[in-house]
């Protein structure tokens, strides 16, 4: 047998029920099953098990997520489970983004606005390359890897090899560079700059923080070196490298004068049909901006919004999906995909990328009635979900709470029900919504609970169904001497993180919240959660949500659950009955082995106290460095900041890396 190219780095052995859906996930895969279902309950290790799944299955990997956050929570595991694999991490490069827009009833265009991360715009050119030269790497992506990203075709064609001693000069690596879209800077460099000193190139790539200095003579490449980026240490001499394209939508020359002349046909099509209708408005609106961007991409390859010209660029017909992520990993002979999809959360991940398609082609159809865009610009678009699911293979979904359909089209449903740390599912009581004889309502009734639980060392947790109400409780629960803080959407993330760990280190007893509380957070501390109205059939009172939050008290010994219901509703019973089921086969299957199951007992990491520690070191330091006049330790001090930055960076950490790079622009300013 063939040695696997993934090998898992881990001090644990498969444990509970993850050695049996790691053998009957792994038995599906070789029997051909297109898809499956690991239906794994909170803190059974699910990742864990898929981990293992990959390294039996030895195939690149797709791993999608329903946000940017768990997508990097994700993939920083499967790097300490995969350390010398290529695990990268893919999602949207916008730190803000408002997309181009036409609101016919007030006449208002709202014209495209984005601000783009650089950072994640690199690591998103490591996905693609690694996808292009290796066959060892797992992509942990948002939902955005459905969305248009350029042809891998001719992102493959348009890359740059490099090697001593063959026939080059300043001049013509200079124009292959800006060819491939890399922008001539005299200052710092930035992934996908490059910088000529003399008879030296120095670039760095759109994928790495490294520079590659190349030093060329009258008509030969004499040398590559590999430079640390901050230090400037040559780290290697290589004697070839490959330089991939600054930006995904690429195109040749002769496919670029092709597009054009496909877009001036167009265009004129698109003028005569507006003008026999009388919309001179819309035929002058179009005509100007086409034009406008028909002569960037003549003169220097490229335009604002070149992706609504995408159809033309890469020659698809009408109405064809575009080329995205997917299309970038590899297919065997036959054309069928060769690698292994794993959809995540699929409960919150599938609708997502159900629902993708239907509002992107709206916005756009009304910019295109109105003469913002050409007709073909609506083929710059997600894929439809049929599109989606024809382009993954074999697929594992993985959730606590499958809907019907996974649970439908999956060829098997493996349970990963016992966790490893012999947990059960926490103990379930209804009680009434209002107060009657000597009860007196779901509040006062949550008060004398949560005191009991207080008292014992634990944290609780209420959930309400607005954030208004999230915030009322917790202002009540000043008032009658409970140490309370409410946690909900409109918090910024800084914020959000100081509040969940100044709740497990115990500042405050109670957190109150809304649906933020159901996936993703691990509270080891939480031994109680009430769950206020829920009765009120809907979104946040679904048999999934309630499952969800039930899973949120599942990592406590003396972790249990009250339901405040006046009635019982299908999704009460429902979630109540399954959540029995597992808690019985836990406790069953630890009366067996003889498992006593124990409070798991993770490190609270302060991330602001780190955050204010760095700040505190920083105005010391400079403090020092005042009094000495700066000198040479300033530069050095950046260089360490800058480390630090790409440090963070590189663990997806980049709340703390911008901070670091504010730090480090305020440190430059003495310079000046």
Not at 266 to 277: P, S, V
Not at 279 to 307: F, H, K, P, Q
């Amino acid at each position: 047998m063939a040695k696997s190219i993934f090998k898992i780095n881990s001090p644990f052995r498969p444990a509970g029920d993850q050695p049996a859906a790691i053998k009957k996930l792994d038995d599906g895969l070789r029997r051909g099953l297109s898809e499956q279902t690991l239906l794994g309950v909170t803190g059974s290790g699910k990742t864990f098990t898929v981990a293992n799944v990959i390294a039996a299955h030895d195939k690149p990997t797709l791993v999608i997520a329903h946000n940017k956050t768990l997508a990097a929570q994700l993939a920083q595991e499967y790097r300490d489970f995969f350390p010398a694999a290529a695990v990268h991490y893919f999602v949207s490069y916008y730190d803000y983004y408002q997309p181009e827009a036409y609101i016919s009833a007030t006449d208002t265009y709202i014209e495209k606005d984005a601000q783009i991360n650089k950072e994640i715009d690199r690591l998103r050119h490591a996905s693609t390359q690694a996808l292009l030269t290796r066959r060892d790497v797992v992509v942990v992506a948002s939902v955005s890897c459905i969305y248009g990203l350029g042809s891998p075709g001719e992102y493959l064609a348009e890359n740059l090899r490099l090697e001593v001693g063959q026939p080059l000069t300043r001049s013509e690596l200079m124009r292959q560079l800006v060819t491939g879209h890399y922008v001539r800077t005299t200052a710092d460099l930035t992934p996908g700059t490059f910088r000529a000193v003399g008879s030296v190139v120095e670039i760095m790539p759109a994928s790495e923080q490294v520079i590659y200095a190349l030093t060329l003579g009258p008509d030969t490449l004499l040398e590559i070196g590999r430079l640390d980026f901050i230090t400037r240490e040559i780290v290697e001499q290589p004697v070839s490298i490959f330089i991939f394209p600054a930006k995904h939508f690429v195109t040749s020359d002769a496919d670029r004068r092709r597009a054009v002349k496909a877009i001036r046909r167009e265009l004129a099509e698109r003028l005569k049909y507006f003008e026999g209708r009388g919309e001179l408005l819309a035929a002058e609106r179009l005509a100007r901006r086409t034009n406008y961007d028909l002569a960037m991409i003549r003169e220097v390859g490229y335009c604002s919004g070149i992706e609504n010209y995408s159809r033309h660029l890469s020659g698809r017909p009408a109405a064809a999906p575009p080329d995205t992520l997917l299309s970038y990993f590899p297919r065997q002979a036959d054309g069928r995909p060769d690698f292994l999809t794993v959809i995540d959360e699929s409960h919150m991940t599938l609708p997502q990328i159900r629902g993708m398609y239907g509002g992107d082609a709206s916005r756009k159809q009304n910019l295109i009635e109105h003469g913002f865009r050409l007709p073909s610009a609506a083929d710059n678009r997600p894929l439809k979900f049929d599109e989606f699911t024809a382009r993954i293979g074999q697929v594992i979904y993985t959730s606590a709470t499958p809907d019907d359909y996974e649970k439908q089209r999956s060829g098997q449903v493996v349970e990963q029900i016992i966790r490893p740390t012999g947990l059960p599912d926490p103990k379930i009581e209804i009680k009434p919504v209002t107060g009657r004889d000597s009860y007196r309502g779901q509040v006062a009734d949550f008060i004398v609970e949560a005191e009991k639980e207080i008292k014992a060392g634990w944290r609780v947790i209420a959930t309400t169904l607005t954030k208004k109400m999230a915030e009322d409780l917790a202002t009540y629960l000043k008032e009658r001497q409970l140490k309370a803080e409410y946690l909900h959407s409109e918090i910024k993330t800084l914020e959000r993180i100081k509040i969940l760990t100044d709740f497990r280190k115990g500042i405050f007893d109670c957190l109150v919240g809304v649906n933020l509380l159901r996936e993703g957070l691990d509270l080891p501390e939480v031994s109680l959660i009430g769950i206020l109205d829920a009765d009120k059939e809907g979104f946040l009172r679904s048999e999934t949500a309630l499952i969800q939050t039930i899973g949120r008290a599942a990592r406590n010994i003396a972790g249990r659950v009250i339901l405040y219901a006046d009635r019982l509703t299908g999704s009460l019973e429902r979630a109540v009955a399954e959540t029995n089921r597992r808690r019985a086969k836990q406790i069953a299957h630890n009366k067996k082995h003889g498992i006593t199951p124990r409070t798991i007992i993770k490190q609270i990491k302060d991330i602001m106290a780190e955050i204010e520690d760095e700040r505190t070191r920083t105005a010391q330091t400079l403090a020092a460095l005042d009094r000495a006049a700066y000198g040479d330790d300033l530069k050095q001090l950046i260089k360490d900041k800058e480390k630090q930055m790409a440090a963070a960076a590189a663990d997806l950490d980049f709340e703390t890396a911008a901070i670091l790079r504010d730090e480090i622009t305020t440190l430059k300013k003495p310079i000046k």
